[in-house]
């Protein structure tokens, strides 16, 4: 990672702070949607790590060896990507990609970008990016026989996926374990816990993100806490990287388009 730490006073941030509710819910309460009650728990602060310098209609997020990688739907069924470092200073873009919305994006240990079509309409699709070079998609995984409101994410632990879908951005969603090459492996269902925006793997536990929340879940998809984010605007796209012993979480907001830390690392 490049620049000062996460914690230095020279990183110019607004800081908020959240609790996590600690209540356990049964996998009957988590497919009926039912949220862990308010609960006195861990507090998190999250920190405006930078302002994204652009404008565009800002959606996915992925994180890299001190790099950040943000999706923008530019309309016409095609999205940007672009390479930020931890400063927001902007280091590569592509060219538009036919990813969809670029709804969520998710990078493996080879630094290819998984990149979710997304939307309440669209069928969901994972697109495949190869960075290296000038960045273009190089496979297509088809998950639209799981539904629309795709979300990606990289099961680094299994050398596979994770892949959100439902009807619509109201649910019922269906969140898919598969191998990389887009076989089901195993499944959960899950009720609707607010605007689909985000999603990650932390070791085994599932960060699912919507509006101003995210929700864990083991992999059975047993609600373990819930953690609101007391901030303003369109959540959108989450990212992680590993921290030690703990797990570093980044999130996005638009309007404006901006990226936070949460601290301390998640456990």
């Known amino acids: 990672m490049h620049g ?3 914690g230095e006073a020279a990183l110019t941030r607004r800081r908020v702070l959240g609790f996590a509710g600690a209540a356990t819910l049964a996998g009957a309460a988590a497919l009926a949607g ?6 006195a728990g861990r507090s998190f602060t999250f920190d405006l790590l930078f302002n994204v310098p652009h404008t565009d ?4 997020l992925a994180y890299r060896r ?3 990688y943000v999706g923008f739907d530019v309309g016409g069924g095609h999205g940007v990507i672009r390479e930020y470092d931890r400063d927001g200073t902007t280091l590569k873009e592509s060219a538009p990609l036919a990813v969809g919305h670029a709804a969520e994006i998710s990078a493996d240990r080879d630094g290819l970008l998984y990149v979710a079509t997304g939307g309440g309409t669209n069928p969901t699709k994972v697109n495949v990016v190869d960075w290296s070079g000038e960045p273009e998609v190089v496979r297509t995984i088809d998950f ?6 795709g979300l990606v994410a ?7 996926l994770l892949v959100h879908a439902g009807p619509g951005d109201q649910g019922p969603f269906v969140f898919a374990f598969t191998d990389l090459d887009g076989t089901v492996r195993s499944t959960f269902d899950l009720g609707y816990q607010g605007v689909p925006q985000g999603l990650e793997m932390a070791g085994d536990k599932v960060l699912y993100y919507t509006n101003n929340a995210i ?3 083991d992999r059975a998809g047993n609600i373990l806490e819930a ?8 959540s959108e796209g989450l990212a992680v990287a590993h921290a030690g012993r703990g797990t570093r979480v980044f999130f996005g907001y638009n309007k404006p388009n901006r990226v936070y830390a949460m601290t301390p690392v998640f456990h």
């Open 4 to 6: 000062p730490g996460l």
């Open 34 to 39: 039912a949220r862990p009650a308010a609960a």
């Open 57 to 60: 209609n800002m959606q996915g």
């Open 66 to 68: 001190g790099r950040f």
């Open 144 to 149: 639209g026989a799981l539904g629309n409101s």
């Open 154 to 160: 990289v099961d680094d632990r299994r050398d596979g």
């Open 215 to 217: 929700t864990v879940l």
């Open 227 to 234: 953690i609101p984010i007391p901030l303003t605007g369109e």
